[in-house]
């Protein structure tokens, strides 16, 4: 007895070799609309949906498998005699196997003159009601919706392999599918910045060979519409494969150059902390400045440009260890200098997009936290000079400098700069005056120290941070302010004669 296909498809890639194959298997085909069409002009013998159901399509084909003699024929089940029955008074025939895959909602959405009527149009509603109850009878259905599992199911059939993990599988596929696909409608109609309900979904990229650490398993995975500016879009030029901490340090990077959109930039990272920072006019001097704010540190960084990569500035980086090297682009000289280095990558992101208008999520057990991304662009002009002592134009731009690395250097962080450099940084300590000596020590062995202030993410508790500053060098400090006790900090800068100068914005990175 033959059994019947019905094959709905908006990808019709691969559909009319996998219809012939299925004819050849004792499958009478049974389609909708394009995919008919595009069978019945490459010679497989389908039939109308409408001879099923003894309706036409209307309402511009929104209304054609959504009828009871097509989810009835896929609902049934084999085993219970009473829907056999049912079918039989009917006169309605078994469906065994559901190909189909959705209007393209994502692709439409894409389209940069997407209007909101065309994003309408195309939410499909009996495709996913289609696979939902096949996927719901997988134990008497086979439901297909990838274009990848054409070719698997007929090399199992033939080996008579369709057991029933493999079935529960597809089914599995498909609630995923359609999970994904109702989560991206959800978004993009979605306006509520925090609504009730989340429905983030995400696309596999590749499997990785472990996690953080060797032992863990991991998977990286990206944004079915992914902003430009972002990992999810660079180019990989060169090297071997992300690994899982490189997706993040090569992110955090990205994150932070995006600070010096004005002059030509250079971020040297290291674990998710900036070691080196420095802008110019000219990259191979930005690059210079960021090799010497840590030049130990940096040895195996991750390494991301805001200008092309021109040879100078390839070759003073192919002479050290470096894990990853982000830019616009290589110049072809840049190019070959640093792909000399087998395992070295390098990827392009695109700079002039850089969309930062999106949620940061966070992980934590039983749930996840969601939060606007620190954008927050401050002036110096919007500063508030505290003590006595007066920054100078020069300093005020160097703890503006200070705030924008300060913010993407882990809690407590502090940052000594100048106004084109970091000098010394100190990061993720259990308490502040231990993150300043750990900066200070740093920045007081470079050449430029003498002109170096001190960025704080968070106010001073009490005034030893101040002290600790004033007496090896340091001569102004930006900090948010806020403290019960910033009078004490404020009597210690005037006590030692140094500017200090509350910003009112803290910059938190846990």
């Known amino acids: 007895m033959k059994k019947l296909a019905l094959l709905s498809v908006s990808d019709k890639n691969g559909i009319v070799e996998f219809a012939k194959q299925l004819e050849q298997r004792d499958y009478d085909i049974v389609s909708t609309g394009g995919t008919l069409k595009t069978l019945l002009d490459n010679g497989v013998d389908a039939i109308a949906v409408e001879e099923i159901t003894n309706f036409s399509e209307m309402l511009d084909g929104r209304v054609k498998t959504l009828h009871p003699r097509i989810h009835a024929g896929i609902l049934a089940r084999r085993d219970n005699q009473e829907h056999m029955q049912q079918l039989k008074e009917q006169n309605i025939g078994l469906i065994d196997l559901v190909c189909v895959n959705l209007y393209p909602f994502k692709e439409t959405i894409e389209k940069p003159d997407v209007t909101y009527a065309d994003a309408i149009e195309n939410i499909d509603i009996g495709g996913p009601s289609m696979l939902r109850a096949a996927a719901k009878n997988s134990q008497d259905v086979i439901v297909i919706t990838d274009v990848a599992d054409y070719d698997d199911y007929i090399a199992r059939y033939d080996a008579n392999k369709i057991d029933a993990e493999y079935r529960s599988g597809l089914a599995a596929k498909v609630f995923r599918h ?92 290291k674990h998710m902390n900036p070691c080196g920072i420095g802008t110019a006019d000219d990259l191979l001097t930005a690059w210079n400045l960021a090799y010497e704010s840590d030049s130990t540190s940096i040895f195996g960084g991750i390494i991301a440009l805001n200008r092309e990569v021109d040879l100078a500035t390839a070759e003073k980086m192919h002479a050290i260890f470096l894990e990853i090297v982000i830019a616009p682009s290589f110049t072809d000289e840049a190019y070959d200098v640093l792909a000399k280095k087998k395992n070295i990558r390098l990827l392009t992101v695109d700079f002039d997009k850089i969309n930062p208008d999106k949620k940061d999520l966070v992980s934590v057990l039983g749930g996840m936290l969601v939060q606007e ?45 100048t106004d084109h450099q970091t000098l010394g940084v100190g990061s993720g300590q259990p308490n502040r005056i231990d993150s300043t000596k750990i900066a200070i020590k740093k920045a007081e062995t470079k050449s430029d120290y003498a002109n170096a202030v001190l960025g704080s993410d968070a106010y001073f508790p009490m005034d030893d941070c101040v002290e600790f500053a004033a007496k090896h060098g340091i001569t102004a400090i930006v900090e948010p302010g806020g403290s019960i006790r910033d009078q004490d900090s404020i009597d210690k800068a005037d006590e030692l004669g140094i500017a200090l100068v509350f910003s009112g914005n803290r910059h938190f990175k846990h």
């Open 373 to 417: 991304r620190d954008l927050l662009h401050e002036e110096p002009t919007e500063y508030k000079v505290v003590s006595k002592k007066q920054p100078t134009e020069k300093q005020m731009k160097a703890l503006a400098f200070a705030q924008n690395a300060v913010k993407h250097v882990k809690s407590n962080a502090i940052v000594v700069t």
């Open 178 to 269: 359609t999970a994904a696909y109702d989560a991206l409608i959800a978004n993009y109609l979605t306006k509520e910045e925090f609504p009730e309900k989340l429905t983030f979904t995400y696309e596999k990229v590749e499997a990785m060979r472990y996690g953080e650490n060797s032992h863990q398993k991991a998977a990286y995975y990206k944004e079915p519409i992914p902003e430009t500016y972002s990992l999810a879009n660079a180019k990989q030029l060169h090297g071997k494969k992300l690994s899982y901490n490189n997706v993040r340090d090569a992110d955090a990077a990205l994150r932070i150059v995006a600070e010096f959109p004005d002059q030509a930039t250079v971020v040297a990272l």
